[in-house]
């Protein structure tokens, strides 16, 4: 069954937190968003995770993003687990973590926004959160998912990349190469026509010659 699919508006919904009650689309405001989930708070590689999440914090408040994490742990459990990441992280004592993370302990928002991963359980037996990253516009829709099992920890820098990609994409009719980096050329998308593609990209157009003759594969500097 599908859950959220791209371009669906994502679910305004209300939640606690370790900042206090939100509501998603309040939340968010006029930035992009990045709600991501992990299983457990006091586990080795979700610390791990946070504690990059945390130390890139700049770098997404920078592109106009607002982070928020999930887990089916206690605000309590919260708030006593990210003094350790930020321990990890070997930040200062009292320090204040840098995002939100929601308390979902009834498991209500992991089920409704697809989140459970039914191989990890815990002590009774009940799922928990796998590790799923939504990317969301300044339109409320979802620009990108990612669902990772509890035992492979995310590449925060990727889901950095990916945004850089999905903002200059949203502003540009322009499409990103395997492993693009920001500043990279850039292709044009098939869906343009060549006379039109001439005078949208007035930077110039590289096409590679292949053998099948067909010139799809068109390069522009990154606009
Ligand atoms: C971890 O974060 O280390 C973890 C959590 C649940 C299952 C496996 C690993």
């Known amino acids: 069954m599908p859950g959220l699919l ?19 689309h309040d ?4 930035s992009w968003g ?11 590689v979700c610390t791990t995770e946070l504690g990059r999440a945390a130390k890139l914090s700049g770098e997404f408040s920078r592109r106009n993003v607002k982070m928020i994490a999930l887990s089916i ?5 919260h708030r006593g687990w990210t003094k350790d990441i930020l ?10 973590f ?6 979902d302990s009834q498991r209500e928002l992991a089920v409704a926004l697809g989140m459970l991963d039914p191989d990890e359980k815990d002590k009774e037996g009940m799922p928990l959160t796998a590790r799923c990253v939504f990317v969301i516009g300044q ?7 990612l669902l990772y099992p509890a035992t492979t920890g995310r590449n925060f820098d990727e889901i950095l990349r990916v945004v850089d990609s999905l903002q200059l994409t949203a ?32 930077a110039g157009i590289y096409s590679k010659e292949l053998p099948s003759g067909r010139k799809y594969l068109r390069y522009t500097p990154q606009p």
Request: hydrophobic share 35%; with cysteine.
């Open 6 to 24: 791209l371009g669906d508006v994502f679910p305004n919904f209300e939640a606690e937190t370790t900042n206090g009650q939100i509501k998603f």
């Open 27 to 30: 939340f968010l405001g006029d």
């Open 34 to 44: 990045i709600l991501f989930s992990h299983p457990r708070d006091y586990t080795p």
């Open 73 to 77: 742990d206690s605000l309590e459990d």
């Open 87 to 96: 321990a990890y992280n070997n930040e200062e004592s009292g320090c204040e």
């Open 98 to 103: 840098p995002f939100p993370i929601i308390a």
């Open 139 to 145: 339109d409320k829709k979802l620009k990108l998912s």
């Open 171 to 202: 502003k540009n009719r322009v499409a990103t190469p395997a492993d693009w980096q920001p500043g990279e050329r850039v292709m044009v998308p098939p869906n343009i026509p060549e006379e039109e593609a001439a005078a949208m990209f007035p």
